[in-house]
């Protein structure tokens, strides 16, 4: 009897450990160096990498520029996940190979993505090459410089939508197929229209999934780093391409490790929203 009630947590025992080794000590040091500066009696706590990060001249406009990308490109990509979801219900024929072309982008990894979209949009690219050929532009046209930034940021919006989207769209793919059948048939018995039953069944039902997508594409869009060193270099900076040229270009650990912690904190309150403010009953869980 006691083997059996021990058995589940010597199941998950090598994940903990797993868990342990390769996230929870790395990020205790990470905190602990952001919290130590360098002094006359050598380094000791203090929030003095804190005050240099935000004494940066880069930092208002790296929390500005984060904040822009995640406000925009995540309801952006929820709701063309949600719209490519629903299509996806009605496609008898071929339903696997065309969820599988809107995934090809999950393969891609940041750095690549970013570059395809730079050889698009660069002075030189594809995308003035044809703009000069339809008479629209003559000559390059500089879409990526510190003299368009609203170009700048949309060009970032679009690469990221692109090629991120398939994540959010597979989350919800899983959760369109855990919806009882019956519930639209018992909807066209009433005469429910389309917009009704999707806003009054299918929105409801998708509520975990939903919750679960927004988690997972928050965060990630608080940690974006290739894709905009890739579009915009030193002309856009975010909060994790500051940690990285405090870290590399800078020498300086403890600043760099203060940023971390800051995008830390700003996604763990991210995610408390969602997990406050999409609260399902635990029979829809």
Do not use: C, H
């Given at each position: 009897m006691r083997n059996t009630r021990l058995a589940p947590y010597l199941l998950i025992a090598p994940s903990l450990l797993f868990l342990a080794v390769l996230?929870?000590?790395?990020?205790?040091q990470t905190v602990a160096l952001a919290f130590q500066a360098d002094g006359p009696g050598g380094a000791?706590?203090?929030?003095?990498?804190?005050?240099?990060m935000a004494g940066d001249l880069n930092f208002a406009d790296a929390i500005i520029n984060t904040f822009e990308i995640v406000v925009i490109v995540v309801p952006l990509q929820l709701c063309l996940a949600?719209?490519?979801a629903m299509m996806l219900r009605h496609v008898q024929r071929g339903r696997d190979i065309v969820l599988w072309i809107?995934?090809?982008?999950?393969?891609?990894?940041?750095?690549a993505a970013g570059l395809v979209w730079l050889a698009i949009l660069t002075d030189q690219g594809y995308l003035n090459t044809v703009l000069n050929w339809l008479g629209v532009?003559?000559?390059?046209?500089?879409?990526?410089?510190?003299?368009?930034?609203i170009a700048l940021l949309a060009a970032i919006v679009v690469a990221e939508a692109w090629r991120a989207t398939a994540i959010v769209l597979v989350i919800l793919v899983a959760g369109v197929q855990l919806v009882p059948k019956e519930y639209g048939e018992a909807a066209d018995v009433f005469g429910a229209t389309p917009w009704q039953r999707f806003t009054k069944i299918?929105?409801?039902?998708?509520?975990?999934?939903?919750?679960?997508?927004?988690?997972?594409r928050t965060v990630l869009a608080f940690e974006m780093f290739a894709i905009v060193?890739?579009?915009?270099?030193?002309?856009?900076p975010v909060l994790v391409s500051e940690a990285f040229t405090w870290q590399y270009a800078n020498q300086n650990f403890g600043v760099a490790a203060a940023y971390a912690v800051v995008v830390m904190v700003i996604s763990l309150a991210a995610t408390l929203v969602y997990l406050l403010a999409l609260r399902t009953p635990p029979e829809q869980r």
């Open positions: 996230f929870l000590v790395p990020l205790v000791a706590w203090s929030t003095a990498n804190f005050a240099r949600l719209g490519m809107w995934s090809i982008p999950l393969g891609i990894s940041d750095l532009v003559k000559g390059p046209q500089s879409w990526l410089s510190y003299e368009t930034p299918m929105l409801p039902l998708l509520k975990p999934s939903i919750q679960t997508a927004l988690i997972l060193l890739s579009l915009g270099g030193r002309n856009f």
